[in-house]
C-alpha cells in the first residue's frame, strides 16, 4: 500500500489503514499494488472495499481498479458517507462479456471488448486498486478495514479478432452474441410493437393512485392553485406544487426523442449496412458532423466532417411504418404515463412535449465570451460580466417565453449544464486573473478591488504583487501569493459565481415572472456554487452519479428545493459495450439501483424530483464523443427494459404517500421476522432533535439477539415498510431503569401502529400513530398519538360508562361507541381500577415481573383491531385511522428489550 500525491497514510492497532487527503492533488488518496505484479480476477464478480468517513463532513469515496500498463474502460465505483458513516464500496469486476484473442484497433467508443496485451483493461492483468477523493478544496479523512472479491463471476466469451469485424448488425445490435430483447429481424421486431401495444392497453392509466391530468396527487392536500408550477414546503419537505394545487414530485426521464446517432466516417467496416444518401427509405437518417466532438476519436481535426447514421430512427421506421414520427410521440406520452414517470426532461424533442398531455423541462443555453483562463471538461466557463452574455440571457429568455413562458404544462427552465466552476471556491478567481486585461470579468475584479484599496500600491502591499498601477493588474496574468491574497480570490471566485446566477435570473423572470428557474444543474464545484444558485434560483439543480443521491446545500446557503437532473445504472447484459458512469451487474440489479436512488430522492426533504439519463440507449459504437452507454429506458430497437418499466411502476405506485412520510401498506403475505437478531435491517431510528439514524449515544442496538432501548431520550425505532391486515407479536420486558421525569412513574414504553405523516409529527418525537401502550399494570391500552387539528386521526372503541380516574374510557364489549381524536385513551378491560402512573403501580393480573418477558399481539382486519396481552384479549378498536402504516417501537425515558417482533397474514 502507498499514499497516492498530496496524502498519507498510516495504520491503526486493528490493521485498518488511515488515509488523510490534501487539497492540492487531483485524486488524493491511497493505491493498493499486488506484490506479484498483478493478479488474474477474471473469475470473480465482484470487489467489495469497506471504508468509513473520518470526518464531519458528508464525503465521496471513490474505487479505481487498474491494469499494469493498459487503463481502458477500467471497474469503478463510488459510495457516499455521511459524517463518521461506515459503508462497503461495491464494484462489478467483470464489466465486459467479451475479450478478443488478439489485439484489434477499436475507435470512436469509451466501452468496447478487452483483449490481453492490447489497450483495453483486462482483469487477468489487474494491478491495483485506487481509493480516493475527488479534489474539491477539502482535506479529508477516510478509512479502509476489508478488501475482498467473491466469485460470482462468469468468464468472459473469447471472440475471434479476425473475424470480428463488422460487428453491428443492421439494426444497430451487437451482432456476435444473443440476449433476451435482441431483435434478429424485421417480422420480430414488428411483432415487439404488437407485444408492447397489447401491454399498453392492458394498463391505460398511471400506477399513481390518485393522480390528477399533471401526474400530481389529488389524493393529497388542496394547495393553492396559480395555473403554474411552483414550490412550497409541506411537512418539513419540499414539494412542486402543480398548476391545479396539488403535491407533484418530478419522476421523470432526459431525452425522449429519437436519436442515436453514430460517427460511420473512418470506420465503415464496423458496420455490417450502412445505406447511401440516396436509400429512398432510409438516406434521409444519414447525415455529416462538421464539428469536432469535445472528447475522443472525433476530437482530432483530421476526422471531421465525418458521416453519421442513425439505427434508432431507422428501427423506428421498420417499425413504425411511414407514419413513425407522429405514432413515436403518442407512444411516448402513453409509455410515460403506463410507466409511472409524470416528467418529460432536459433535451426532449419539442414536438413530443408540447403535446399538453405530459409535463415537461424546457432548456436553453447562454453565449457570449468565454474567461480565457478557465478549464474545464466542457469547455471553458463564459464571462458573466461580458455584455455580450447579459445580452444574449435576455434574448434567449425572451425566445424560450415566447414559446413555453405561459405553458401550464411546463415545469420550469434549466439553463446551460455542468459549467466549469472549478475545483475550489477560488479558482474562477485564478482562471480571471490568469486572462488578459480585456477580459470583461478582470475589469470586473479591478472596480471591486479599486473600491476596496484604492491604489494599485496598497493592492500590491496587501497581496505581495508588484502591479504598480491598475493597468498593471490588468496586464498581468501571474499566479499570485495565496496566503496573502486568499480571502479577496474567495470573494472575487463568489462575484462570478453571483453574477452568473443574477444575470438569468433577472433574464427569465423580466419576461416569465411565473416560471421556475431551475438553475444549471452542478454536476462539481465548491459550497459557494450551491449557495449562490440557492440565493438566486427557485430551485438548484445537481446531477448526480452516484449510487445514492446524498448531495444537500452547504448549512450557509438559503433553504431552497433542489432537482437531480441526471442519474443513471447500466450492465451488460443485453450486447452493449460499457455500463455508463454507474455500472451494476444485470437488469435485476439495475432495477433496483434505480428504485434505491428515487426513494432516496422522496426520503431526501429538499428534492423535488430526479430525472434519467436517458429514454434511449447510446449507440453501440458511441455518439461524437465516444460515449456508449447501455443507460435507456429502450434499446436501439425501441425495445423497453421490463425490470427497469417495472422498477418505475413501483416507484409511482408509492411515491407521493412515501414523499410525504406514508408508503403504501402492504398486507403480509407470509409469516415473517421484520428483526433479524442481527442489526437494525429495515428500521430506521428517530430521536428528538437529533432526527433520523443520528443516535450517538446508543439509546437502540443490538445485543445477545435483542434490541436493546436505554430509553434514555425519547424517540423510536421505526419500519421502513407500512403494512395493513397483519398480525403482530412483539416480546419485550423491562430493564428495570427510568430516566429524567418518569423515575416518579411506571414503565413505560409502546407499539405504534399504522404511523403516519412525517418523523416528529406527534411532539417531536413520533408520528401520528396509534398506540398499543407498553406500561406497567396497564399494558394493552389504546392510546391516540394524534392532534386536536388532525381529525382524520382517530379511533373508535366500545367502552363503558365508568372512567378510570374519571378521565379515560374503559373497554366494554357492547359498550357505547366512543371516538377519540388528539391525545386520548382507551384502557384495557380488566386495568385495575385505582391504578395510578407510579413506580408502585402493580403488574396486571397476566403481566409478568420485571426482567420477565411478556406477549403483545397486536391484530388488524381492516379498520378494527384487537389487543391480546400474553395470550388474553384485553382491548378492541371498532374503527382506526388510517388503517395501515409503519410501526414503531418507543424509547419514552425507560430502558426495554424486544426479542420478537413477527408479522404474518390477519387470519
Known amino acids: 500500500m502507498k499514499a497516492q500525491q498530496d496524502s498519507s497514510l498510516d495504520f491503526a492497532p486493528n490493521g485498518v489503514a488511515q488515509v488523510k487527503t490534501g487539497t492540492k492533488a487531483s485524486w488524493p488518496g491511497m493505491r493498493m499494488d499486488f506484490k506479484s505484479g498483478c493478479m488474474d480476477l477474471s473469475a470473480y464478480g465482484r470487489l467489495s472495499v469497506a471504508v468509513s468517513n473520518m470526518t464531519d463532513k458528508t464525503r465521496t469515496v471513490h474505487l479505481s481498479v487498474k491494469g499494469r500498463t493498459h487503463q ?27 475479450v478478443l484473442d488478439a489485439p484489434l484497433e477499436l475507435k470512436g467508443m469509451n466501452g468496447k471488448p478487452g483483449v490481453k496485451g492490447g489497450s483495453t483493461f483486462d482483469l487477468r492483468e489487474t494491478h491495483s486498486f485506487h481509493i480516493f477523493h475527488n479534489q474539491d478544496g477539502i482535506a479529508s479523512q477516510f478509512s479502509v478495514s476489508r478488501v475482498a472479491v467473491d466469485g460470482e463471476g462468469v468468464p468472459p466469451k473469447t471472440l475471434k479478432a479476425s473475424t470480428f469485424l463488422p460487428f453491428v448488425d443492421t439494426f444497430g445490435q451487437f451482432k456476435h452474441d444473443d440476449w433476451p430483447g435482441k431483435v434478429h429481424d424485421e417480422a420480430e421486431l414488428k411483432a415487439t410493437r404488437e407485444k408492447e401495444e397489447a401491454w399498453l392497453a392492458a394498463h391505460p392509466g398511471s400506477p399513481i393512485p390518485e393522480c390528477d391530468q399533471y401526474g400530481g396527487w389529488a389524493g ?142 424546457a432548456t436553453f443555453g447562454t453565449r457570449g465570451p468565454v474567461i480565457e483562463g478557465s478549464t474545464g471538461w466542457w469547455g471553458k466557463l463564459r464571462d458573466p460580466f461580458a455584455p455580450a452574455f447579459i445580452e444574449n440571457a435576455k434574448k434567449s429568455a425572451a425566445a424560450e417565453a415566447s414559446r413555453t413562458g405561459t405553458d401550464p404544462w411546463c415545469i420550469g427552465w434549466f439553463v446551460d449544464n455542468e459549467l466549469s466552476w472549478g475545483h475550489d471556491n477560488r479558482d474562477l478567481a485564478r482562471a480571471v486573473l490568469r486572462s488578459p486585461g480585456k477580459q470583461p470579468a478582470k475589469q470586473a475584479f479591478r472596480a471591486t478591488l479599486e473600491k476596496k484599496y484604492g491604489t494599485a500600491e496598497r493592492l500590491d502591499a496587501a497581496w505581495g504583487t508588484s502591479y504598480g498601477t491598475w493597468d498593471g493588474f490588468l496586464s498581468c496574468t501571474n499566479v499570485v501569493d495565496e496566503k496573502k491574497a486568499g480571502a479577496d480570490l474567495e470573494d472575487l471566485h463568489r462575484s462570478v459565481v453571483a453574477q452568473y446566477f443574477r444575470v438569468i435570473r433577472d433574464a427569465i423572470k423580466a419576461v416569465a415572472p411565473n416560471r421556475l428557474y431551475l438553475g444549471t444543474r452542478i454536476a462539481w464545484g465548491a459550497d459557494v456554487i450551491y449557495e449562490e444558485s440557492a440565493r438566486y434560483c427557485d430551485v438548484v439543480s445537481v446531477n448526480i452519479y452516484s449510487r445514492r443521491p446524498v448531495r444537500d446545500l452547504p448549512a450557509a446557503a438559503v433553504d431552497k428545493p433542489m432537482i437531480n437532473g441526471e442519474f443513471h445504472f447500466g450492465a451488460l447484459d443485453r450486447g452493449m459495450f460499457h455500463t455508463g458512469l454507474v455500472g451494476t451487474r444485470d437488469q435485476d440489479e439495475r432495477a433496483q439501483c434505480y428504485r434505491d436512488f428515487v426513494n432516496a430522492c422522496l426520503d431526501h426533504p429538499r428534492f423535488v424530483g430526479t430525472h434519467w439519463f436517458q429514454w434511449q440507449d447510446q449507440a453501440l459504437t458511441g455518439r461524437s464523443d465516444g460515449e456508449n452507454y447501455q443507460i435507456g429506458f429502450v434499446t436501439v430497437t425501441d425495445t423497453p427494459y421490463p425490470e427497469l418499466v417495472q422498477a418505475a411502476r413501483d416507484i409511482g405506485a408509492t411515491m407521493y404517500q412515501r414523499r410525504l412520510g406514508d408508503p403504501m401498506p402492504v398486507a403480509p403475505t407470509a409469516k415473517r421476522e421484520l428483526f433479524n437478531g442481527k442489526d437494525l435491517t429495515n428500521w430506521y431510528t428517530f430521536l428528538k432533535g437529533r432526527g433520523k439514524n443520528v443516535d450517538p449515544n446508543g439509546v437502540f442496538t443490538v445485543k445477545d439477539g435483542v434490541m436493546h432501548v436505554t430509553g434514555e431520550e425519547f424517540g423510536c425505532l421505526t419500519t421502513e415498510e407500512a403494512f395493513k391486515d397483519y398480525k403482530l407479536t412483539v416480546e419485550y420486558r423491562w430493564l428495570g431503569t427510568s430516566y429524567g421525569g418518569k423515575k416518579s412513574k411506571a414503565f413505560d414504553s409502546g407499539i405504534l401502529f399504522h404511523s ?41 372503541a366500545e367502552a363503558g360508562a365508568e372512567k378510570l380516574g374519571g378521565k379515560y374510557h374503559i373497554y366494554e364489549q357492547g359498550g357505547k361507541e366512543v371516538t377519540l381524536i388528539g391525545n386520548d385513551r382507551v384502557c384495557r378491560l380488566d386495568i385495575a381500577r385505582d391504578w395510578t402512573d407510579t413506580p408502585e403501580a402493580k403488574p396486571a393480573v397476566n403481566e409478568n415481573p420485571v426482567g420477565e418477558w411478556n406477549t403483545a399481539t397486536l391484530v388488524c382486519r381492516g379498520d378494527a383491531v384487537e389487543c391480546w396481552f400474553n395470550g388474553k384479549l384485553v382491548n378492541r378498536a371498532t374503527h382506526v385511522n388510517p388503517a395501515g402504516g409503519r410501526i414503531q417501537l418507543q424509547s419514552e425515558l425507560c430502558g426495554v428489550e424486544f426479542r420478537r417482533v413477527t408479522i404474518e397474514p390477519c387470519k
Not at 463518521?84 to 467483470?94: E, P, Q, S
Not at 405523516?757 to 396497564?778: C, Q, R
Open 72 to 98: 481502458g474502460q477500467s471497474p469503478g465505483g463510488s459510495i457516499t458517507l455521511k459524517p463518521r458513516a461506515a459503508g462497503v464500496l461495491a464494484v462489478n469486476l467483470r464489466n465486459m462479456p467479451w
Open 220 to 361: 393529497g392536500p388542496q394547495l393553492k392553485a396559480t395555473g403554474f408550477f411552483r414550490t412550497e414546503k409541506v411537512n418539513g419537505k419540499w414539494w412542486l406544487v402543480d398548476p391545479d394545487g396539488r403535491l407533484f414530485f418530478s419522476h421523470g426521464v432526459d431525452c425522449v426523442r429519437v436519436g442515436g446517432e453514430t460517427g460511420t466516417g473512418f470506420r465503415e467496416s464496423y458496420f455490417e449496412w450502412i445505406p447511401e444518401k440516396t436509400d429512398p427509405v432510409f438516406g434521409r437518417f444519414v447525415g455529416k458532423a462538421t464539428w469536432p466532438g469535445a472528447h475522443g476519436f472525433y476530437k482530432d481535426p483530421a476526422h471531421v466532417p465525418y458521416a453519421t447514421f442513425s439505427y434508432a430512427k431507422a428501427n423506428a421506421v421498420r417499425k413504425y411504418g411511414p407514419d413513425w414520427w407522429s405514432l413515436v410521440q403518442e407512444r411516448a406520452h402513453a409509455r410515460i404515463k403506463a410507466w409511472g414517470l409524470n416528467t418529460i426532461a432536459n433535451w426532449s424533442a419539442p414536438e413530443i412535449y408540447r403535446m399538453d398531455k405530459t409535463p415537461y423541462t
Open 756 to 796: 403516519t405523516g412525517p418523523d416528529g409529527g406527534f411532539a417531536g418525537i413520533w408520528m401520528l400513530s396509534h398506540e398499543y401502550n407498553l406500561i406497567t399494570g396497564a399494558s394493552g391500552d389504546f392510546w391516540t398519538v394524534g392532534r386536536k387539528d388532525r381529525p382524520d386521526i382517530f379511533l373508535k
